[in-house]
């Protein structure tokens, strides 16, 4: 799938875009989080993901990911199509060379949502990357939002919170952690996070 980026009108700053990493368990509540951001920086652009993942019900192709084959993939691997890439529960995932640079190259701000691997490959390439943490409250918070996520299966369910627990103890590369209690707090320290490194360039 091919994504084009519309240019900045030459009244907008033309400065190179940032890079935002949000990386978190699934079920620790990034989705929504990723949204808000979304919703509250209008000019600051998703990358979507490419993944050899089924689609769950309720996700679009290009808009939650770009799901592709594992040809494809792979062939990606070999042509330098993915900035970073990893295998994650038998599946691989992948962000866009191509889509960071122009985005980010036509002055936005790109916000990314992955895993640790991929956060560690993406700073050696953008070191100034602004790298967020999100925590669930407690394990068990985490137990109960997975398997209240009825798509998935119980074994699904049981070894993405195994890979839970390891992401978490990585959670020190992390410039920022920020631990999801309430979600219109987080919302909030989240913005904050954010603005304080768009204020940076002006
Ligand atoms: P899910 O299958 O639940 O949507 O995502 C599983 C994990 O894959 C999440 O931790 C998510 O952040 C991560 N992920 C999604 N897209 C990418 C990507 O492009 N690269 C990497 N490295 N991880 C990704």
Redesign the pocket.
């Known amino acids: 799938m091919t994504m084009t980026i519309p240019m900045k009108t030459v009244t907008e700053s033309r400065t190179r875009g940032k890079l935002f990493i949000l ?4 079920g620790a509540g ?1 989705t929504t989080l990723c949204k808000a951001l979304l919703a509250h920086f209008p000019d600051m652009r998703f ?1 979507v ?3 050899t ?1 089924q689609p769950r019900a309720g996700e679009t192709d290009g808009i939650d ?1 770009c799901f592709i084959t594992k040809d494809e993939f792979v062939k990606g691997t070999q042509t330098g199509k993915w900035a ?3 295998t ?2 038998g ?1 691989f ?3 866009s060379a191509e889509f960071l640079d122009t985005a980010m190259s036509a002055g936005y701000d790109v916000l ?4 640790v ?3 560690l ?1 993406i700073i050696t390439l953008y070191h100034e990357a602004v790298t967020i943490f999100i925590m669930p409250p407690s394990s068990e918070a985490l137990k109960a939002r997975l398997e209240s996520r009825a798509t998935d299966k119980k074994e699904v369910i049981a070894a ?1 919170l195994l890979h839970a627990e390891k ?1 978490m103890a990585e959670k020190d590369r992390y410039r920022h952690i920020i631990v999801n209690d309430s979600l219109p707090d987080t919302v909030k320290e989240l913005i904050a996070v954010v603005e304080s490194y768009r204020l940076e360039k002006k």
């Open positions: 990386s978190a368990p699934s990034k990358s993901s490419y993944t993942r990911y970073e890439w990893a994650l529960h599946n995932y992948g962000t990314l949502d992955i895993d691997h991929g956060m490959q993405r992401e």
